[in-house]
């Protein structure tokens, strides 16, 4: 028995909601290590689907526990709204089932305003990063400048008073410098108070509460937020969110160690999107990208917003498999791909006239680069609802293999629909 971690090796909108709830009913915790309320997924379980910003997925089957680590940015008002929800659907959501990290620092209305006003300047310049403006940027900042707010500070008034004074000196001063009205103590300090009774009850030493159930051998997934190319060191830089996504962010996110981690799953679509701006070596601006999209239904769960379709990169999931540490991948959407007379998967890229397998760092240098592709026979049967190999088509499997190949892991979950059951198991992460 291992405990997992969950990423996505793309970025973002792998499928990660439909593995992480397959995954959720073997764990007995469910852990969020990074980011914030910026990436959602769906689950459907019996038919229902819940829609999660925040919330580990744990919380929607009865006796698991979720946990938002330190490493997660919180907003308040949004957890309290996306509980909300859920128990609008039958989900009760209560401190026996959810735990928040003490040092997890909060989103607040500031955040969000900044947020905005720099995007809103940025478009102007063209410059644009296009973030979800939720805020999380600008709380991560405050974080790493040592002057956040964090969910502990709720239970102390009086020192709240000192730490709002101090975060409002910084952002005021930017504010001044957008044009923008000075945000007042006393609506700030409203604000936290506010939402203290409510998120209070919640907070743990999370640190300390996951050494605990891992000493009595209980089975923890952590589940990562975006994709691996979103990184913030790691990703296609500036086009990406503020935190670490990769596989190593669990440990510091959620204060276990690495020794601890165990298998990590790589969520894989079997092609690629993307939200917002930045580069996309195999983006599809013809019929063939319009059917992914349209088939895929791709469209943000957060945002709404349409995604870009391109081929498969392996070069770049090969890229992810190595900053990840991935030991295998679950590979999802492959139904969409039926009904297509060829495919492509991208193995490298030219740039100037040179050969090279990674996408480079520099941005100008992504710019630039032109995917070389292979070219493998599609396959007119359905894949979708496949439980075994035996009923997938002879081309699909051959697709499936080429991939594991070009990419360096094996293929451990291949999902053929949306549904949780429509899952070929080829190796149990839990059991690994």
Request: charged share 25%.
């Amino acid at each position: 028995m291992t405990n997992v971690v969950v990423v996505g090796s793309q970025w973002g909108d792998e499928g990660k909601g439909k593995i992480v709830d397959w995954l959720s009913e073997r764990a007995d915790i469910v852990v969020r290590f990074q980011g914030g309320h910026n990436a959602g997924h769906t689950l459907v379980i019996d038919g229902v689907s819940y829609k999660l910003s925040l919330l580990p997925s744990g919380v929607v089957r009865p006796g698991k526990k979720g946990v938002i680590g330190n490493g997660v940015v919180v907003d308040p008002h949004a957890l309290i709204a996306e509980i909300g929800r859920l128990e609008a659907q039958g989900v009760i959501v209560t401190p026996d089932n959810l735990r928040i990290a003490e040092n997890a620092t909060l989103i607040l209305s500031l955040h969000r305003e900044l947020d905005g006003m720099r995007e809103d300047a940025a478009s102007n310049s063209g410059t644009k990063i296009g973030t979800t403006r939720r805020g999380i940027g600008p709380a991560y900042e405050d974080k790493v400048g040592r002057r956040a707010i964090r969910v502990m500070d709720l239970a102390d008034t009086d020192a709240l008073e000192a730490k709002v004074e101090r975060i409002l000196n910084h952002h005021n001063a930017l504010r001044r410098g957008f044009g923008a009205a000075e945000v007042e103590h006393k609506d700030i300090m409203e604000e936290l108070t506010s939402v203290a009774d409510r998120i209070l009850p919640f907070m743990e030493s999370v640190w300390e509460l996951l050494d605990k159930e891992r000493r009595q051998g209980s089975r923890i997934l952590f589940e990562g937020a975006q994709g691996s190319l979103l990184d913030i060191d790691h990703g296609t830089y500036p086009f990406v969110t503020s935190s670490n996504t990769v596989a190593g962010q669990a440990s510091a996110g959620s204060g276990m160690g690495p020794g601890a981690l165990g298998y990590i799953l790589g969520i894989t679509k079997a092609y690629t999107t993307r939200v917002g701006e930045g580069p996309f070596p195999t983006e599809l601006n013809d019929e063939i990208g319009q059917f992914l999209g349209e088939k895929g239904h791709e469209f943000g769960t957060v945002t709404g917003r349409k995604r870009r379709c391109g081929w498969f990169d392996a070069a770049l999931v090969r890229q992810s498999v190595a900053t990840n540490g991935i030991t295998g991948i679950a590979l999802t959407k492959l139904d969409v791909l039926d009904g297509l007379e060829e495919l492509k998967i991208c193995v490298g890229y030219m740039l100037d006239g040179k050969r090279i397998d990674h996408l480079p760092a520099a941005q100008a240098a992504q710019a630039r680069v032109e995917p070389i592709y292979v070219t493998l026979e599609g396959w007119k049967e359905s894949t979708v609802g496949a439980r075994s190999w035996a009923d997938l088509p002879a081309q699909a499997i051959k697709y499936v293999r080429q991939v594991e190949e070009l990419i360096g892991a094996p293929v451990a979950l291949l999902s053929t629909s949306p549904e949780r059951d429509d899952t070929i198991l080829v190796t149990d992460p839990f059991e690994d």
